[in-house]
């Protein structure tokens, strides 16, 4: 069973360069959401995406754009790198609007490191 | 808004010792609670959770209870493996709302 996949897992970046990480999961999930985890911070979440076809701002959405390409994928984007953005990349999946559970599902992370 | 503080580590022990990670939390009305681990290099897994005040979470040994009247949900396991060391991180969602507000994570190394 797959889970959660993210690409890449590594990824060095010059400062202004851009790129995108991409997510899918396989579990037929509806909520899915990107979290940075940055060392003594914990992890916070940067966008998240109740269901296909709308995307909200987490705690630090400054410098990220997200998409829901379809229920599988959810994609992040840094247009403009900055170091700032030296974090490592997680992202998870959820179903929607069940308080009983609320267990996000994560990837294995991205590192990605701006010089 | 919503938060969660937990104990600042590192922390380290030996094998068989007893484990206590405390976690207090913030918020309306009435959340469920969760501890999360991340064993090296990898994403984070739910260890336990509890969804109502006094409930009892427990999985491979640890346990952790939903106290209202403090607001506290600590993490304990009676004895430690080497296979424990990870991160682990508390964190909480509230009702009708599937987010979660995650602690920043208190790292534990077991040694032999």
């Known amino acids: 069973n797959a889970g959660v996949t993210q690409t890449p897992k590594f990824q060095v970046l010059k400062t202004g360069q851009s790129m995108t990480l991409q997510c899918a999961q396989d579990?037929?999930?509806?909520?899915m959401y990107w979290y940075r985890q940055d060392p003594g911070m914990g992890l916070r979440l940067i966008y998240y995406s109740a269901s296909e076809g709308t995307t909200d701002k987490g705690e630090v959405p400054n410098g990220y754009n997200v998409s829901r390409l379809n229920k599988r994928e959810f994609s992040l984007r840094l247009e403009s790198a900055a170091p700032s953005q030296t974090s490592v990349y997680f992202c998870?999946?959820?179903?929607?609007?069940?308080?009983?559970?609320?267990?996000?599902?994560f990837g294995e992370g991205s590192r990605l490191t701006v010089l | 808004g919503n938060s969660v503080t937990q104990m600042e580590g590192p922390v380290t022990l030996s094998e068989e010792a007893f484990l206590t990670i405390n976690c207090t939390y913030t918020?309306?009305?009435?959340?469920?609670l969760f501890w999360y681990v991340q064993y090296p290099g990898e994403g984070l897994q739910l260890l336990l959770k509890?969804?109502?005040?006094?409930d009892k979470g427990s999985n491979k040994g640890f346990e952790a209870t939903y106290r209202k009247e403090t607001t506290s949900f600590h993490l304990e396991k009676g004895s430690v493996q080497v296979s424990d060391s990870a991160v682990y991180f508390c964190a909480l969602s509230r009702a009708n709302d599937y987010k979660l507000s995650f602690g920043a994570g208190t790292t534990v190394t077991v040694r032999a």
């Open positions: 509890a969804t109502k005040a006094d």
């Open positions: 998870a999946s959820s179903e929607k609007g069940n308080r009983d559970t609320g267990e996000l599902f």
């Open positions: 918020a309306t009305g009435y959340p469920s």
């Open positions: 579990m037929n999930h509806n909520s």
